[in-house]
């Protein structure tokens, strides 16, 4: 059973608030992902860490930035939240499997820009 | 590029059997995985294939041709339970490549 964790689990906004999304995990894996979805439509990659201190972007551009002081925490950040930030968050871990990685993901933090 | 296609929607009675398909293109290959997610969920780990051939789970199969870039999940008994987006995703430089997913809907 996977243990990762994001909180909140929904949040309700209004324009201009900051806000940082939170993701734990207690498998002690070193890469890490943050994946937009809209409902209905496909994952979007839009950050990744391969562990401390380092992160990197991913195929969606986003105006979220992300850090990676500890290994086990993964959080997100909004400077300024719009209503076209609206969307669900996911969180996710890997570890090796074969000659890949599976993902681990989180429950998600559905997010709602007023 | 990475290219991944599946069909976008499925519908299938209940204890039938479906094939979900899905072609991929992609710089690199490290493992085809599949994944299910029900409405407003994060995804689930179903499957994974890196050899050619079926994989069996219970009434889950997947199959994986790499030389044709292709690959199959297969559902047996389909229950109601069974209704969800089904992700097929290419492993690939400590990533993975996700299709859109496949809406599946079962009836009664």
């Known amino acids: 059973e996977a243990d990762i964790y994001q909180t909140p689990r929904y949040l309700v906004i209004g324009t201009g608030k900051k806000i940082t999304l939170e993701c734990s995990q207690t498998m002690g894996h070193d890469k890490m992902y943050w994946y937009q979805q809209d409902p209905g439509m496909e994952l979007h990659l839009i950050h990744y860490s391969y562990g401390v201190n380092s992160t990197e972007k991913g195929d969606l551009s986003s105006e979220s930035t992300v850090s990676r002081i500890r290994t086990e925490h993964f959080p997100l950040t909004l400077e300024s939240a719009r209503p076209s930030h609206t969307s669900q968050y996911l969180c996710a871990s890997s570890a090796p499997r074969g000659t890949g990685y599976e993902q681990y993901f989180g429950p998600g933090t559905r997010l709602t820009v007023t | ?108």
Not at chain 2, 26 to 33: A, E, H, K, P, Q
Not at chain 2, 40 to 53: C, R, W
């Open chain 2, 1 to 108: 590029g990475q290219n991944i296609d599946q069909p976008t929607e499925m519908t299938a009675t209940e204890g039938a059997i479906v094939q979900i398909n899905c072609t991929y293109q992609t710089s690199g290959f490290n493992g085809l995985f599949w994944y299910q997610q029900h409405a407003g969920e994060a995804p689930t780990f179903l499957s994974y294939n890196v050899l050619d051939g079926l994989e069996e789970k219970g009434r889950f199969s997947s199959f994986l041709s790499r030389s044709k870039g292709y690959s199959y999940l297969l559902l047996k008994e389909l229950q109601m339970k069974d209704s969800a987006s089904y992700l097929c995703a290419v492993s690939w430089r400590d990533k993975l490549v996700f299709g859109a997913g496949t809406i599946l809907r079962v009836k009664s």
